[in-house]
């Protein structure tokens, strides 16, 4: 896949930032709570390169018509999106990336979360891939502390190479596994068929993940989920565009039917906040090229701009 379709004609200018925030160009001299990156490749599969490139372009687009809004009342957070202009997110714009290189790109991922981090703000990182997420989770461990990771998505990603290739999209939680820093694994939305053999299932239940099917989900609500994660705990929300139902997000490769809903997400995002802190945030796998008159692009922005608004509302507290 070396030819890049151009999909600014379709999508409008790509100019804008993520709902107009303000942008940061250098991450050095980032100040506000809540960045948004975009990191549009890491380690993608040879046979289908890095089919999820076009993602947070899409995703700034889809909220040209939202931004000329952006302090108005958002009934889903119960007042502007932000409480006050000193709690804004900004849009760092696109991480640079080599589709050849992919232990490049993943240091480039590593240092930007670093740097995030370090000045104290939240990152949500928007692939790419279900690969991306690595490398973000490498850079958290070198911050000392440990971290629950709450992984939404409809398959579990737990094959420990998959075309020869053991970074990629359906070892994320393997990969995650590994890691010292990482406590625990609580895995939410899986449903239908995808990468995972029944070993690889077991392997994950032998690890200790605690996992909430989709279905189980659908029967029991989202406390069946949130109960899971411990007061206190210190949270990586990973959030794969599949795990949606997509009826509402067409936009991804594997279509599975039985997904969550906009307000089973929010209020997966809002509980984390609630039970602990939010450290990070991943939102991965939405193809633009696959989406239906740009609705799914429309959910997962929404999805973002929530997240951003609680983001901002625990960064106050
Ligand atoms: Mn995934």
């Known amino acids: 896949m070396t030819d890049t379709p151009d999909l600014a004609a379709l999508y409008g200018s790509a100019a804008s930032t993520f709902m107009g925030?303000?942008?940061?160009?250098?991450?050095?001299?980032?100040?506000?709570?809540?960045?948004?990156?975009?990191?549009?490749?890491?380690?993608?599969?040879?046979?289908?390169?890095?089919?999820?490139?076009?993602?947070?372009?899409?995703?700034?687009?889809?909220?040209?018509?939202?931004?000329?809004?952006?302090?108005?009342?958002?009934?889903?957070?119960?007042?502007?999106?932000?409480?006050?202009?000193?709690?804004?997110?900004?849009?760092?714009?696109?991480?640079?990336?080599?589709?050849?290189?992919?232990?490049?790109?993943?240091?480039?991922?590593?240092?930007?979360i670093r740097t995030i981090r370090a000045r104290g703000a939240v990152p949500i990182t928007v692939g790419g891939d279900d690969s991306i997420p690595i490398p973000v989770l490498e850079a958290l461990g070198e911050t000392g502390e440990r971290y629950t990771i709450l992984q939404l998505d409809a398959h579990i990603d737990w094959r420990d190479e998959y075309m020869g290739e053991r970074q990629g999209l359906s070892s994320t939680m393997r990969r995650a596994s590994e890691m010292k820093h990482i406590e625990r694994i609580v895995q939410v939305g899986a449903r239908s068929i995808g990468s995972a053999r029944p070993q690889d299932y077991q392997d994950a239940l032998d690890w200790g993940v605690r996992f909430v099917t989709g279905y189980e989900l659908h029967r029991q609500g989202v406390e069946a989920a949130l109960a899971l994660i411990p007061e206190g705990s210190n949270i990586i929300v990973t959030t794969d565009a599949d795990v949606m139902d997509p009826a509402l997000v067409p936009g991804v490769i594997g279509r599975c039917p039985g997904g969550l809903n906009y307000y089973q997400m929010v209020d997966l995002i809002k509980g984390a906040a609630a039970r602990g802190r939010i450290a990070a945030m991943n939102f991965v796998e939405f193809m633009p090229e696959r989406d239906v008159s740009g609705l799914g692009a429309l959910n997962i922005a929404r999805l973002i701009m929530t997240a951003m608004g609680v983001l901002a509302r625990q960064a106050a507290r």
């Not at 947070?56 to 409480?83: E, I, K």
């Open 21 to 112: 925030l303000e942008a940061c160009s250098d991450l050095n001299q980032l100040k506000a709570p809540v960045a948004f990156i975009g990191a549009p490749c890491a380690s993608p599969y040879s046979a289908v390169g890095a089919y999820c490139r076009h993602a947070p372009d899409a995703l700034r687009a889809a909220t040209v018509s939202l931004a000329a809004n952006l302090w108005h009342y958002d009934f889903d957070l119960g007042g502007p999106m932000f409480p006050s202009r000193e709690l804004a997110a900004v849009d760092c714009g696109n991480l640079p990336y080599d589709e050849a290189d992919a232990p490049g790109n993943r240091e480039i991922i590593r240092n930007a």
